[in-house]
């Protein structure tokens, strides 16, 4: 395809780069992600504890509060991939869905953080953390998996890779800064600092330079002769397709699992590292760790991923989740707890690499958003689940523990699916292009 019809994409000289435009994409795709912080458990869990104190919320009712707030937002994750897969609105504007997506939902998520940050009541609050998780881990996480998918095939796990190192570099300063800005003016003006840079920075961004698919701006798919819009809309397996495989159920599962695990310890890991007699200093040098550790998986994962099976992978991350979970209720030191979170973080790494890059060499291009937005729903409602899950353990039990044990027996049922489960027709091949 030729340049005609991409609006201002000539004036931005993107054929013009010294290097390949999906690459700028990938960078503006991960920072988008990082800007999915205030949506997501673990950044909602910053300020979990401060904002319960100030509204007056006991545990259960806020896991409550974050259920169906996840559960609503989850429904945001509907229609997005079709718009990003060049649908519906996407096709009104030049076929760049991905640009008007981002923009848009971007702007939209740091007004509501905004607005959350001067809340003053519990309903009120329902409300804006719903839309919270609705514009922040549903849309924005979609639309930011698929653009990278869009811009990368041959080399799509070396680009995944690159995306979730990128991305865990931005999460690891993010989440400090954040909770630096909790602890020196608390989390009403940490919240709002969050917001600005969403809306004043995040979505100018997005609206300058993301582009949706190379097609778009006449340049070639990954260093490959870029295809015909039909071709390409003819190329992999339809979303039902992908649904009717059993390794779509193993491979989101698993990672719903993950995220069920990490959003439970994540909104309440301040909590729970108080039930084993250790202060909120520890929870902080916690995120730090279990982001540094989960940025050497990116690499690592990123690495094997390019040469090796997914499928493995996935056991492997599995296999150190499990062991995590057993352990964490029998930490009794500072070194106990650093060791969990190094492992903690290996598998969160090792399981972004796997979610990153399984759709796209399992399923094809063609419809990558969609089915990606299904795999995306079904990890936002366990992540919806997690939080709830462990408030209703320490009510009934007085304790995290059972439902740690439990976890961990299920987590390492699902690392044994993983190593038998048939991959998707054509995924091998694929593979061997990468």
């Known amino acids: 395809m030729g340049e005609t019809g991409t609006g201002p994409l000539p004036r931005l000289g993107v054929a013009r780069w010294p290097f390949y435009y999906g690459w700028v994409s990938l960078g503006m795709a991960a920072l988008a992600m990082v800007g999915t912080l205030p949506g997501r458990t673990q950044g909602l869990g910053l300020v979990t504890e401060p904002l319960m104190r100030d509204l007056s919320i006991d545990r259960v009712l806020f896991a409550e509060i974050n259920?169906?707030?996840?559960?609503?937002?989850?429904?945001?994750?509907?229609?997005?991939?079709?718009?990003?897969?060049?649908?519906?609105?996407?096709?009104?504007?030049?076929?760049?869905?991905?640009?008007?997506?981002?923009?848009?939902?971007?702007?939209?998520?740091?007004?509501?953080?905004?607005?959350?940050?001067?809340?003053?009541?519990?309903w009120p609050l329902l409300v804006l953390i719903t839309l919270t998780r609705g514009f922040g881990q549903s849309a924005l996480s979609v639309a930011s998996l698929a653009l990278v998918g869009k811009w990368f095939s041959r080399r799509l796990s070396l680009a995944m890779g690159v995306y979730a190192l990128v991305m865990s570099i931005g999460f690891m300063g993010a989440f400090p800064a954040v909770g630096a800005a909790v602890q020196?003016?608390?989390?009403?003006?940490?919240?709002?600092?969050?917001?600005?840079?969403?809306?004043?920075?995040?979505?100018?961004?997005?609206?300058?330079?993301?582009?949706?698919?190379?097609?778009?701006?006449?340049?070639?798919?990954?260093?490959?002769?870029?295809?015909?819009?039909?071709a390409a809309e003819a190329t992999g397996a339809t979303l039902t397709e992908a649904l009717a495989t059993p390794a779509f159920w193993v491979f989101a599962l698993a990672a719903s699992v993950y995220g069920l695990v990490a959003s439970g310890i994540g909104?309440?890991?301040?909590?729970?590292?108080?039930?084993?007699?250790?202060?909120?200093?520890?929870?902080?040098?916690?995120?730090?760790?279990?982001?540094?550790?989960?940025?050497?998986?990116?690499?690592?994962?990123?690495?094997?991923?390019?040469?090796?099976?997914?499928?493995?992978?996935?056991?492997?991350?599995?296999l150190l989740l499990t062991l995590s979970l057993a352990a964490l209720p029998h930490v009794t030191s500072q070194a106990h707890v650093m060791a969990y979170a190094v492992v903690m973080g290996l598998a969160g790494g090792f399981v972004m690499v796997v979610f990153f890059s399984f759709w796209g060499r399992g399923y094809g291009r063609a419809h990558l958003g969609r089915i990606q937005g299904a795999a995306q729903i079904l990890t936002v409602l366990a992540s919806a689940v997690g939080p709830l899950l462990l408030a209703q353990c320490v009510a009934w039990t007085g304790s995290y523990a059972a439902a740690f044990y439990a976890l961990a027996v299920v987590v390492a049922l699902l690392g044994l699916a993983a190593v038998v489960v048939p991959l998707p027709a054509g995924a091998e091949a694929r593979a061997a292009t990468v």
């Not at 429904?75 to 519906?88: A, M, S, T, V």
């Not at 600005?196 to 070639?220: H, I, K, N």
């Open 67 to 122: 259920l169906v707030a996840t559960l609503v937002g989850s429904l945001f994750c509907l229609g997005i991939g079709r718009l990003i897969d060049h649908l519906g609105i996407g096709r009104l504007i030049d076929h760049n869905g991905s640009r008007l997506v981002l923009t848009v939902v971007s702007f939209c998520l740091g007004a509501v953080v905004l607005a959350t940050s001067g809340t003053r009541g519990v």
């Open 184 to 230: 020196a003016g608390g989390w009403r003006s940490a919240w709002a600092g969050v917001g600005l840079a969403l809306v004043l920075v995040l979505a100018p961004l997005c609206w300058l330079f993301v582009r949706s698919t190379p097609e778009d701006v006449g340049l070639e798919l990954d260093g490959q002769r870029a295809p015909t819009e039909d």
């Open 267 to 318: 909104l309440f890991n301040e909590s729970i590292l108080a039930e084993r007699a250790f202060d909120a200093s520890t929870y902080y040098r916690t995120l730090v760790v279990t982001a540094l550790t989960a940025l050497l998986g990116n690499v690592a994962g990123g690495a094997f991923a390019s040469r090796g099976s997914l499928r493995w992978l996935l056991a492997v991350a599995m």
